[in-house]
T-cell receptor, first 117, second 114 residues
């Protein structure tokens, strides 16, 4: 079984400030990791993903995330927040089900980001 | 038209009604999914279809009945729902039902059961 924990259901930053959204997971094997963003009245949109290779991955809209195996973390960052970044962000982890051959995708509960002018 | 399209965007139904949600993907993907999104809860996977065959049913009540007539279309048939079934229902597709294939979501159907 795996779990995904997003610390902070609500994060508020000023425009131009650093954005840091935290994601920790529990998994017995190296997983695939994703961040999705959901704007009001829309579905989820992929921001970035980690599958293999370089642990620092860059996504759309200036976001990036770093996979840290030792810390079981995949935190999302952006150097300078923009008003248009206001949305809900979801971390998701995909790994093999215990004893099986199917992958299971687990989402965190989401973090609502507000950007103040 | 591209992406994943869901209709209707909003639906209000009584507990005795029968209605259907529709999803269509124009991405050439082989896997399609239904998710339920409720406030303050993680996304809940309901059903997975891979190559038009149902491969996962996460203990969803029988009042929800999926149908996948081809790899581009997915339906969710609803009957005798309960008020707690009110939620945003999201359809998604992926290249294949594999761990590293990202999901592409539609904009959802906001369902209210009265």
């Amino acid at each position: 079984a795996q779990s995904v924990t997003q610390l902070g259901s609500h994060v508020s930053v000023s425009e131009g400030a650093l954005v840091l959204l935290r994601c920790n997971y529990s998994s017995s094997v190296p997983p695939y990791l994703f961040w999705y963003v959901q704007y009001p009245n829309q579905g989820l949109q992929l921001l970035l993903k980690y599958t293999t290779g370089a642990t620092l991955v860059k996504g759309i809209n200036g976001f990036e995330a770093e996979f840290k195996k030792s810390e079981t973390s995949f935190h999302l960052t952006k150097p300078s927040a923009h008003m248009s970044d206001a949305a809900e962000y979801f971390c998701a982890v995909s790994d093999l089900e215990s004893g099986g051959s199917n992958y299971k995708l687990t989402f965190g509960k989401g973090t609502l980001l507000t950007v103040n002018p | 038209e591209t992406g994943v399209t869901q209709t209707p965007r909003h639906l209000v139904m009584g507990m005795t009604n029968k209605k259907s949600l529709k999803c269509e993907q124009h991405l050439g993907h082989n896997a399609m999914y239904w998710y339920k999104q409720s406030a303050k809860k993680p996304l809940e996977l309901m059903f997975v279809y891979s190559l038009e065959e149902r491969v996962e049913n996460n203990s969803v009540p029988s009042r929800f009945s999926p149908e996948c007539p081809n790899s581009s279309h997915l339906f969710l048939h609803l009957h005798t729902l309960q008020p707690e079934d009110s939620a945003l229902y999201l359809c998604a597709s992926s290249q294949e039902n594999a761990g590293n294939s990202p999901l592409h979501f539609g904009n959802g159907t906001r369902l209210t059961v009265t």
